[in-house]
């Protein structure tokens, strides 16, 4: 038994009304960018199903040499399997209130983070999100900077309230 066992249950209920989704484009023509924040649900707060649109996380949901790796590989797969021409989609960066990256913003935080995991100063600094109107904003101009991603491709930035579950629209969707 393991802590998994009893959500093995739930995937039996799951199970039951389950249609795959083809593979093929994403039907909203989006991917988020979002934090791994478990208070966090996209599918729910977004309204997403399968087969909607990737959701690609990581801890405060900033913007990494790794996500726009895998944002320049979606461009590619769009293009070159699913035959998308023009604009090709929309990547949603999604900031949150109360994000646990925000203790990072202080310094002997931070140092302490760093020695305990091992993850060097400058790249822990990099996830905070203490100010989401200000992380989300910084991060849809670094996305729209980075050479990999393709003018086909456009970036808007918005932030959940954890304490309302509203999710507001911080910048519009735009493209290089």
Do not use: W
């Not at 959500?7 to 199970?15: D, G």
């Not at 109360?98 to 913003?105: I, R, S, Y």
């Amino acid at each position: 038994m393991t802590r998994l066992t009893p959500l093995l249950e739930r995937n039996e209920q799951f199970v039951r009304d389950y249609r795959p989704a083809p593979l093929s484009a994403p039907t909203a023509r989006l991917v988020v960018v979002t934090c791994l924040d478990h208070r966090i649900d996209p599918a729910a707060v977004l309204g997403l199903r399968p087969g909607d649109a990737p959701v690609i996380r990581n801890a405060g949901g900033r913007i990494t040499p790794s996500v726009i790796d895998d944002l320049a590989y979606l461009t590619f797969l769009a293009e070159a399997v699913f035959g998308l021409t023009g604009p090709l989609f929309e990547v949603a960066i999604l900031h949150h209130t109360q994000c646990g990256t925000g203790f990072l913003a202080d310094p002997a935080f931070l140092r302490q983070a760093a020695e305990a995991t091992g993850v060097e100063e400058p790249v822990l600094r990099a996830s905070e999100v203490s100010e989401p109107d200000r992380t989300v904003r910084e991060d849809v101009a670094h996305l729209l900077a980075a050479p990999l991603l393709s003018p086909k491709v456009s970036v808007s930035g918005h932030v959940y309230a954890i304490e309302t579950g509203r999710v507001t629209t911080v910048v519009d969707a735009r493209r290089r």
